[in-house]
């Protein structure tokens, strides 16, 4: 049997990452209004506390507040958020450079969709640690696993994005530059 033509596999990369993308950014709405009063700017605070005296003192405001619960049930939601990230962006990354009809960036778009998943191990790893010290089992070691692979997996997260961006860029200068002439 004879592989699947270009535009088959385009169109197909095409609708799973228009699906992903739907499907995370839905999720993300639903976990937020699931959470409330959590909201995303205390779980990143949580995930950045860098010491154990911070997070300690967070999840003692969580218990004050009414968040503790919800801080714990998040730490359930973000495994499923990881796949779904996960997918979406590194199915942007290969869409969009492949868009774009450059072999440098279409092969960038493939490093970009592994590096990616890089993100999500740290992520992984840093939600084992948050959910142990959530629970109790507060250390400075987990705190700073926790805040260390935050940093690394928010580094990854935002320089895949700003390839799509600038995959994206680049296909619409094409684009526009092709209709002047």
């Not at 639903?30 to 995930?47: H, K, N």
Request: charged letters at 15%; hydrophobic letters at 50%.
């Amino acid at each position: 049997m004879e592989p699947p033509s270009w535009s088959v596999r385009f169109s197909r990369l095409r609708q799973l990452f228009w699906l992903f993308f739907l499907l995370t950014i839905a999720y993300m709405i639903w976990v937020r209004s699931y959470l409330s009063p959590l909201g995303s700017d205390d779980i990143v605070q949580f995930e950045i506390a860098k010491t154990a005296r911070h997070a300690e003192a967070i999840i003692l405001d969580w218990k004050t507040t009414g968040k503790y619960e919800k801080g714990i049930a998040s730490t359930y939601f973000a495994y499923v958020f990881m796949a779904l990230y996960t997918i979406a962006i590194a199915l942007g990354c290969r869409f969009i450079s492949a868009c774009t009809g450059n072999e440098i960036l279409i092969k960038g778009g493939r490093g970009f969709a592994w590096l990616i998943v890089g993100a999500t191990l740290c992520d992984l790893v840093e939600n084992i640690a948050i959910s142990q010290t959530i629970r109790g089992h507060i250390s400075q070691w987990n705190v700073s696993i926790a805040y260390d692979l935050a940093r690394v997996k928010f580094s990854i997260v935002i320089i895949c994005i700003l390839f799509m961006l600038a995959c994206a860029l680049y296909w619409l200068i094409g684009r526009l530059s092709r209709e002047k002439y």
